[in-house]
């Protein structure tokens, strides 16, 4: 239901650009989140974007970041850029508010070296 992709291996400094396909449950009519698992920490969210086109992020990622999403292809986009060590994590896309009963999927992993 959920596929991220796009991870990898960047520098400090670089970027990345994620997708993420959706089924459409997921994805029509909801806001679409980009979430984040640091090793060794808490799943927390790191933008989200509604079926309009209305952002929100966190402030760690503020100025560096941008959410997008195709509606007609029911995917959600992530580009990163001036990516940092601390940008590390398994990177994941879901609903927002996520449903108890959602999966995550695999994830894609991002590591910033310094």
């Known amino acids: 239901q959920l596929q991220a992709s796009g991870g990898g291996l960047v520098r400090d400094g670089g970027s990345l650009k994620l997708s993420c396909a959706a089924s459409?449950?997921?994805?029509?009519?909801?806001?679409m989140g980009w979430y984040r698992q640091p090793p060794g920490k808490e799943r927390e969210l790191v933008a989200r974007i509604s079926s309009a086109g209305s952002t929100y992020y966190a402030d760690s990622v503020k100025g560096r970041f941008a959410i997008s999403r195709d509606n007609a292809k029911n995917t959600v986009y992530l580009q990163m850029d001036s990516l940092k060590p601390e940008d590390t994590a398994v990177y994941f896309c879901?609903?927002?508010?996520?449903?108890?009963?959602?999966?995550w999927g695999q994830g894609t992993q991002v590591t910033v070296s310094s």
């Open positions: 879901n609903r927002f508010p996520r449903r108890p009963f959602d999966s």
């Open positions: 459409g449950s997921i994805f029509r009519g909801n806001i």
